[in-house]
């Protein structure tokens, strides 16, 4: 289901595709590297603080300040190598849950396939499905080329 519920409370459902000139491996570590700079990359203004990285967790929390206020979320993040990783969202406006799964295309390119679904909260607004995958396609291509440069620079 593409709108709407998703039946199992998890909320209305989005989902993108982005395709990087990356191998599978660099794209899943790229991915799930999660650092304070990841705002700056995304064309964003959230701090984000890593509360715990391990081989197969990570946590972290990100502030915002708005005109309406703070927005604060705290993201669980299970990863699942070499192509999986999945993701739980509490926050000040919304509560996320995210599955992120990457393929392997050819001439040594990756596709991310993201699929979430959005909860609002009391403080929250609801956003359209349209406007959510076209603001997030825009956030991961952002990425795909920061992730293509470090790709290329051997990093």
Do not use: N
């Amino acid at each position: 289901m593409t709108s709407g519920g998703s039946g199992r409370g998890k909320g209305d459902e989005a989902r993108v595709q982005v395709a990087f000139h990356v191998p599978l491996e660099f794209a899943f570590r790229w991915c799930t590297d999660y650092t304070p700079e990841d705002a700056a990359l995304e064309g964003e203004s959230y701090s984000r603080k890593i509360v715990e990285r391990s081989g197969r967790r990570v946590v972290f929390e990100d502030l915002e300040e708005t005109a309406s206020g703070w927005v604060w979320a705290r993201d669980v993040v299970t990863l699942r190598p070499p192509r999986r990783w999945h993701m739980e969202s509490v926050g000040s406006h919304r509560d996320v849950t995210a599955e992120y799964v990457l393929s392997e295309l050819p001439d040594g390119r990756t596709q991310l396939e993201l699929r979430w679904w959005r909860r609002p909260k009391a403080l929250g607004k609801k956003i359209p499905r349209a406007t959510r995958e076209r603001e997030t396609t825009r956030a991961w291509k952002r990425f795909a080329a920061a992730m293509e440069r470090d790709y290329r620079q051997g990093r």
